[in-house]
């Protein structure tokens, strides 16, 4: 159960592992199911005109970015 790995000892001192099983139950059908991602932080980049995209989470541009 979730709440069995919200106790605030886990993964002290060493990390800790668990295996997830999750049901979908809604996908959003107006919107896509990845985004742009800063290569450094993975974060969200927002794209500027003409000069590539911006990294709130670095606070820097980039020319190029993940998917």
């Known amino acids: 159960f979730l709440s069995q790995i919200i106790e605030p000892s886990v993964g002290e001192g060493k990390p800790a592992y668990f295996n997830v099983r999750v049901y979908i139950s809604f996908i959003k059908p107006d919107q896509p199911m990845w985004y742009r991602a800063c290569k450094t932080c993975n974060r969200k ?7 590539g995209y911006w990294c709130e989470g670095c606070q820097k541009h980039e020319t190029e970015c993940n998917l």
């Open 45 to 51: 980049v927002t794209e500027e005109i003409g000069s």
